[in-house]
């Protein structure tokens, strides 16, 4: 299906801002250059006479629960995201999950009555890792708000599509729904313990390049242990696992000199879990700014600087051609390390995890389970590894 809308050339900064963010700019005819970030001013010549204008995220927000697990639906781009690990209980068979929503607002003006009017947008993707048949199947939606069974929540987590929910439960917890014919899921997700949301970077302020505007507001809630049904292929099976959920809202873009980012979300056998991220420059380069921090299980933080990253296996995808280094190992360079964090050997599930967005989004781009070993090939955690900016194609 052909996209009626004339969406820019972004490139934004991780996760959703290169999988979604071209749609929170678009505008009649407008084609925006690749990495720009418009200031206020830029903003209302691009835009003259409309009421959009993006808030910027700034150091000294502090943010307030519950009241930040709900949209902010000023912000240009916003996105919940869970991926897990599930197995099925009588016979411990392993599965990946992934759902996204993302809340994006465009140029277009709020004032339009019309419910054609793309001026707030919800994109979802949901993908489900097969490794027992090597298969991954996927689906992406893409929806006004406002329209019929599109609901999303200020104040709390809640988000739907008809057939597709998030939701945050009164014990702190999630639930997730998806139904598709090949694959669907009814999954209950809990915090351990009183586990309170992690805040990513400098209380939830986290940088995403070199300049202090290049940032989100950004936490995670690592570790969330998950009980509930999957449907595969007309068949139900019981699955418990582990899983984990990111929340990030921003309004601005990616460094013009980046060409993509590394992100994994790693939650380890003993409680712990880790997060690493790099933006990698488009000259191959060093990293324009990275990330690795430990989150101990009393929910102490630790930032373990700079890792050292080393490829172990790339995979050609049959579909796009792009090649992702979907084996990695991650060290961290500083000393003494933590126990158990010599090294982190990032292996995939299948290889064979790519999500082709090309249809609505125009990106394809690498997200799948990975188990976690150590050196001596001990499995110490799982995990998803993300790998934007492979694919060959970045215009959207």
Known sequence: MTNPLAFPDVRCGRRGWLRGVALAV?????RVAAAMEPTRADRAALFPGSAVAYPEVLRETRLVFPRDYGAHPDFRIEWWYVTGWLFDRTDRRPWGFQITFFRIRTSYPDGNPSRFSPGRLMVAHAALVDAASNRH????RVANLGSAGVRLAQGDTDCALPGWTL???????YRTTVREDEFGWRLALRTRGTAAPWLQGEDGFQRKGPL?????????????????ELDVRAATRAVDGVAWLD???SSTVLDPRAAGWDWAGLNLHDGRAIVWYRIRAADDGPALHTYFALREVD??????GEAAVTVDETWVSGATGS?????LTLAPREAPAPVGIGSLRLRPLIPNQEIDGRQITGVAYWEGAVRVLDDGDREIGLGYLELTGYHRNFRL
């Open 26 to 30: 678009a505008a009649p005819g407008l």
């Open 323 to 327: 090649r992702y280094p979907v084996a």
């Open 137 to 140: 199947p996927q689906r992406e």
């Open 299 to 304: 929910g102490g933080m630790r930032v373990l």
């Open 247 to 249: 929340h990030e809202w």
């Open 167 to 173: 939701s945050r439960t009164a014990d702190d917890g």
């Open 212 to 228: 202090e505007s290049q940032a989100s507001h950004y936490y995670s809630r690592p570790q969330l242990q998950v009980t509930g």
